[in-house]
Each structure stands twice: as structure tokens, then as C-alpha cells.
């Protein structure tokens, strides 16, 4: 039996097969990351690929398969997420955000220690500050998605009120957001009791 994937795709001297089947398996993986799922493998050898779109793929897949991840291989996988986190280059960083995010999501017992390392971007090397008040952006929007988990997490709160500081405009709109959000539930929360 042979796979509906044909991989080598990926290997392709010609950009438009290699980069439109990344895409296609990006597509796949966030509508049904179960046709994936058997090819974990596979796909998780792409975390070391030269080539940074190829790698941002299997980044971004390694989120996407976490919500079919019967066997628990995306455990093996998270520290090397983490490794490409705090990297220090702006791209990789964001798209392990993401993973990261959707793992945590989709794999509570990894929240704790995930969160621990998302708010830890902020002290990280990039190439410019520009760079890590982005990567400190992305970090902000999987914080929003996860609002219930970091409400009363003192770390991510003092995260997030350091970057209403953030010289970004848009990094500290979403930080000023966030934490508007943030009081708003506790207010409400109070007011229940």
C-alpha cells in the first residue's frame, strides 16, 4: 500500500512542488490532522530541516497533530520547540509559538511547563529589538487564546503588563487588550461570589 503523500514532493528542485505541497500539508493539518497523524515521523523530521520553510512547516504541523496525538509522540517533541523558541530568529520563534500554543491547548499536562517557556521570550537574543517585541506579540496572542489558564498566573500577568510598555504600538495594544480582558473576567468572577 502505498501513501496518498507522495513526501519526496518535498525534496523537489522546483519551488512551486516543494513550497505548494508544504502548503497543502499545512492545509491538511489544520483541517484534518488525522490523514497526518501516520506520518509523525516523518514530519517531525522536518523540525531539523536546512531549508527555514520546510522547518517552519513541520513546526507549525507538530501543533496541528497534537490534537490526534493518541500515541503521545508530541511529548518527545517539545523540548526541541523549545530549542527553536529561543533561538533567537524571529520566524522559527513565532512559528513555535504557535505550535507550542496549540500543544498546550490540546495537551494540558504541557501548559505549565510551555507557559514557563512563552514568557521567558521576552528575555531572549534577536537580531533587533523590533524582532523580539514581534516574537513578544505572538507570544501575547496564544496568551489571549489560553486567557482562562493565565489568569491568575502571576508570571504571565507581570509578562503582560511589561509589554503595555513594549515599544511596538501593536505589541502593546494587544498587551493593553489582554489585560483589560484579563480584569474584566476577574471582575466578574468577584462579582459571582
Not at 146 to 162: E, T, Y
Request: proline content about 2%; some cysteine; overall charge positive.
Amino acid at each position: 500500500m502505498t501513501s496518498r503523500f507522495d513526501f519526496n514532493k518535498l525534496k523537489s528542485t522546483d519551488p512551486k512542488i516543494k513550497y505548494g505541497f508544504a502548503k497543502e500539508l499545512l492545509k491538511i493539518g489544520a483541517e484534518s490532522p488525522q490523514q497526518l497523524y501516520t506520518h509523525f515521523d516523518y514530519l517531525l523530521t522536518l523540525l531539523d530541516e536546512k531549508n527555514n520553510i520546510l522547518k517552519w512547516t513541520g513546526i507549525d504541523l507538530m501543533g496541528y497533530l497534537s490534537s490526534v496525538d493518541q500515541g503521545n509522540k508530541i511529548d518527545g517533541c517539545i523540548q526541541p520547540l523549545i530549542k527553536l523558541l529561543h533561538g533567537g530568529h524571529l520566524i522559527t520563534c513565532n512559528h513555535a509559538t504557535f505550535a507550542l500554543g496549540l500543544i498546550a491547548q490540546n495537551k494540558p499536562q504541557f501548559k505549565n511547563q510551555i507557559f514557563k517557556e512563552l514568557l521567558l521570550v521576552d528575555q531572549d537574543v534577536f537580531d533587533t529589538n523590533e524582532c523580539k517585541n514581534i516574537a513578544i506579540g505572538k507570544v501575547l496572542e496564544v496568551l489571549k487564546s489560553l486567557i482562562s489558564d493565565i489568569i491568575n498566573n502571576k508570571v504571565a500577568i507581570d509578562f503582560i503588563n511589561r509589554a503595555t510598555e513594549n515599544s511596538r504600538n501593536s505589541t502593546k495594544k494587544k498587551a493593553i487588550l489582554l489585560l483589560d480582558k484579563i480584569k474584566k473576567i476577574q471582575l466578574e468572577t468577584k462579582d459571582k461570589y
